[in-house]
């Protein structure tokens, strides 16, 4: 079980994060913000990279920072800038991180094995990874978190780069994981969380803006999200008085999907829609 | 009679102060040894050829220099302070290239973030190697003391040893407290720059003094010094291995 207490987090003068409070059991846990709300930073801060400004973080009661290596030993991290030596292979370059993780050579020999199968990498794990394609890139990225068969997963945008295939192999991986840890994921992709993540952790204005479960956050929209059809003439100065998530050219009109609080100048053609958590966010990140 | 049963919250809590308090602590020392064990010397060093490559071609370049000196025609040509001056300067070379580049490799690769998250994380490593390239550098110096012995440079061998110790330890003090009190490896990259510079300068302005100190002060004292200064810089080094501070090394 790991503890957020009142954390703040400043660079300088700028504040990054203001008093958090959050918690994480077991399950899967989808951080989703904008670019630039503090979700890396929460992160670094869980894995110890960074250090809070006020507050602590606690692991099972421990403040984590005064549990060193005990701590670590329960933590994988795939960073959002992921790092890796361009003149290793996967298996040389996991080699050493289990080394540096405490692993035992033969364990990890094994771990390795079958984690690159788990990626998809089995064929190309003596291949240098210099010669690898991005998405080949993070998936050993991935295997790198999941390689002391940590209690505690943090994965900072573990899908970009990733094709729709490998995206789905990816999600089930994490499902099958989460059964018993913690898994912490940030990522853009809305669909990711949607249907993997059994809490969503919103960040707004340097705070916790909420942090329920996907369908009680998409409830929240309930009746608030409409499309309809407008003929083309009238587009823009519709799209200048509505709050339009998107917008869909048809022939001869166009079609909106929007968010409205209340009924008030609804046209007439609006129908209800079943909000989706693309909506919510767009909703809760719209510019006044 | 009732006796209170402690709650689960007491009996933990005492559980924790016996552990603590009853099992011998690991010293630092024996966590190194620890750490060598599971590691071993192939991942501890792990990339850092190409850098002994080029610490070990400055130090070929030093002896060369010397044996150049030595050939010079004229026997007891080259001055003693120019010697000690020049040893008490330039002995650290080894130590000062393997850290330094050592520190900037470890910083420009983007690995930095997955090996400070590892058990053994980059600042461990960092200390060991610190301690090694120490102990080599040490070496080194005696070498080069009896080189100069050799090619009769100088006679008083263990003086000319210690000028290297002190000028090792002095340079080791500086640059594991500017990375510790720093902010990353700028202020160790800036010590390590001025210091011949600094030498140079110590030898211009105040010529007795720092002669006084690399010949005249009597070796025990020299001794007491530069054992003080290695004793700080395993002290520094201590501080490193436990990281109390973020951003260590980046
Ligand atoms: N080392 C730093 N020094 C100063 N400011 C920083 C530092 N790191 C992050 N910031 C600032 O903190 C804020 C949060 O950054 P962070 O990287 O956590 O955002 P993010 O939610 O991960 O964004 P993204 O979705 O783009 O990855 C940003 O405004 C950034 O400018
Ligand atoms: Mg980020």
């Known amino acids: ?288 | 009679m009732k006796i209170e049963y402690p709650t689960p919250q007491e009996q933990h809590d005492s559980i924790e102060r016996i552990v603590k308090y009853g099992l011998p602590q690991r010293s630092a020392f024996a966590e190194l040894r620890e750490m060598f064990r599971s590691l071993g010397p192939r991942v501890i060093f792990y990339g850092q050829g190409d850098v002994m490559f080029i610490a070990a071609m400055a130090v070929a370049f030093i002896a060369y220099y010397l044996v150049q000196l030595a050939c010079q025609p004229g026997i007891g040509k080259v001055a003693p302070e120019y010697l000690y001056s020049f040893l008490f300067t330039v002995s650290p070379t080894m130590y000062l290239l393997l850290c330094l580049l050592g520190f900037w490799k470890e910083k420009l690769s983007t690995v930095y973030d997955i090996k400070m998250t590892c058990k053994y994380t980059v600042c461990h490593l960092a200390v060991f190697r610190m301690l090694a390239f120490s102990c080599a550098n040490i070496v080194v110096n005696m070498l080069t003391a009896g080189l100069c012995c050799l090619l009769h440079l100088e006679s008083d061998f263990w003086r000319m040893f210690m000028v290297s110790a002190s000028g090792l330890f002095l340079l080791s003090v500086l640059l594991i407290y500017s990375l510790l009190f720093g902010r990353g490896i700028i202020p160790p990259t800036v010590v390590s720059v001025v210091w011949v510079p600094a030498n140079l300068l110590c030898n211009a302005l105040a010529k007795d003094t720092y002669w006084h100190f690399l010949r005249v002060v009597p070796l025990p004292l020299h001794i007491a010094v530069t054992a003080a200064l290695a004793c700080l810089y395993i002290f520094g080094l201590k501080r490193l291995f436990l990281r109390k501070k973020e951003r260590v090394l980046c």
């Open chain 1, 1 to 288: 079980m790991l503890t957020v207490q009142n954390v703040t987090k400043r660079f300088g003068s700028f504040t990054a994060l203001e008093d958090i409070n959050l918690e994480f059991g077991k399950g899967v846990y989808g951080l989703l913000a904008p670019n630039g709300a503090g979700k890396t930073t929460l992160m670094k801060m869980i894995v110890t990279l960074l250090f809070p400004t006020k507050g602590r973080i606690l692991c099972d009661g421990k403040e984590i920072l005064s549990m060193g290596e005990n701590y670590r030993e329960k933590i994988g991290y795939l960073p959002q800038e992921f790092g890796y030596y361009r003149n290793d292979s996967p298996r040389q370059y996991l080699r050493y991180l289990g080394a540096l993780k405490g692993l035992e050579r033969k364990a990890a020999e094994i771990r390795i094995d079958r984690l690159l199968e788990k990626v998809g990498l089995a064929d190309v794990k003596d291949k240098k990874m210099k010669k690898f394609s991005g998405g080949m890139v993070q998936r050993v990225g991935i295997a790198q978190a999941l390689l002391g068969n940590p209690e505690i997963l943090v994965l900072d945008e573990p899908t970009a780069g990733l094709d729709p295939k490998e995206r789905a192999r990816f999600r089930n991986l994490i499902s099958e994981l989460s059964k018993d840890r913690t898994v912490i994921l940030s990522t853009h992709i809305v669909s990711d969380i949607e249907s993997v993540a059994n809490r969503i952790v919103m960040l707004k204005d340097h705070s916790v803006y909420c942090d329920t479960d996907c369908s009680s956050l998409c409830g929240m929209m309930g009746g608030k999200v409409f499309e309809c059809s407008v003929p083309q003439k009238e587009a823009d100065s519709f799209e200048m008085s509505h709050l339009v998530i998107s917008r869909r050219e048809e022939p001869g009109q166009t079609h909106f999907r929007f968010a409205q609080d209340g009924e008030k100048g609804l046209p007439p053609q609006a129908k209800p829609v079943q909000p989706d958590l693309e909506d919510v966010f767009l909703y809760v990140y719209r510019e006044d």
